[in-house]
């Protein structure tokens, strides 16, 4: 059992695995929440519906995607698979302030990128939920959600404020390539993970109708599917509500300069 005093965290392997989380969460409200709309709006121009469609871009791969990732992670090893979505990450958050310098920035560059790195999201998101019973006993998976959980809220607190800030003395290009740096950080931190986990269990049977099992299971069951509508139906309003919040606090911006101008 995990110790009371600090409990999980003083486990060596979750607190590597719990900080990697805590870069990820943050970097990932820093860049689609703030730092990759800002530019498209303020440096490019763009238009409610394109800044929009960036985030809608960022979240589609969870809405495609996720029942198939969920059903693969389950017969993979988790590990690689987080280090590599992370470093899939550097990659591609890195190229939008190398194309910012060289002044070859544009909106498809950026549509490219959120949705790459929105695969990349769902493909660590999934794996990072199923590695977490490797690292700790049965009985303290409770804690253990609970500390993870707290990640995505401290970072969805933190993580636009902190954009703020950065760009504000670094700039666009120099907020996207700190982001870039702190997927690599996450990766540099799950290297040192040193459990081994195993691939599960191949039962034989195609994804689908593993899939098609776990749908069922949703559906079937009251209180998950109705967990499960309520998630989504906050998630959509949420989703609408950041896709023209930049747009309407830069243009108000621009509006209140011009009326205190001389």
């Known amino acids: ?30 860049d689609f929440l703030v730092a990759i709309p800002l530019p498209a709006a303020i440096a490019l ?7 929009s469609l960036l985030r809608t871009l ?14 693969w992670c ?48 769902v493909f660590f998101d999934v794996a990072h939920q199923t590695y977490v019973p490797h690292l700790v006993a049965k009985a ?17 607190l933190a993580g636009p404020s902190a954009a703020g800030v950065i760009i504000q003395y670094l700039g666009y290009a120099g907020a ?21 986990d195993a691939p599960g269990e191949r039962s034989g049977r195609r994804l689908r109708h593993e899939i098609a099992e776990g749908l069922k299971a949703v559906l079937g069951d009251g209180f998950v599917r109705a967990s499960t509508l309520h998630g989504t139906v906050t998630g959509l309003f949420q989703a609408m509500y950041l896709a023209i919040n930049v747009v309407f606090l830069v243009r108000e911006s621009a509006s209140h ?3 205190s101008a001389p």
Not at 141 to 154: H, R
């Open 1 to 30: 059992m995990a110790t009371r005093r600090g409990g999980l965290l003083r486990k060596a392997d979750f607190r590597r695995l719990w900080t990697a989380d805590v870069l990820s969460q943050v970097g990932s409200r820093v």
């Open 257 to 259: 300069r011009s009326r």
């Open 140 to 156: 303290e998976l409770p804690e253990a959600n609970a500390k993870l959980w707290t990640n995505a809220s401290i970072a969805a």
């Open 176 to 196: 996207m390539a700190l982001d870039a740096l702190s997927y690599l950080w996450s990766a540099l931190w799950l290297r040192r993970v040193e459990t081994p």
């Open 58 to 71: 960022a979240t589609l791969p969870y809405l495609v995607l996720g029942l198939q990732v969920g059903a």
């Open 45 to 51: 121009s763009a238009s409610v519906f394109e800044v």
């Open 74 to 121: 389950d017969r993979v090893r988790q590990r690689p698979v987080l280090i590599a979505t992370d470093l899939g990450r550097v990659v591609l958050i890195g190229s939008i302030p190398v194309a910012a310098l060289r002044g070859a920035l544009t909106l498809w560059h950026l549509y490219a990128v959120v949705l790459l790195a929105g695969v990349c999201g």
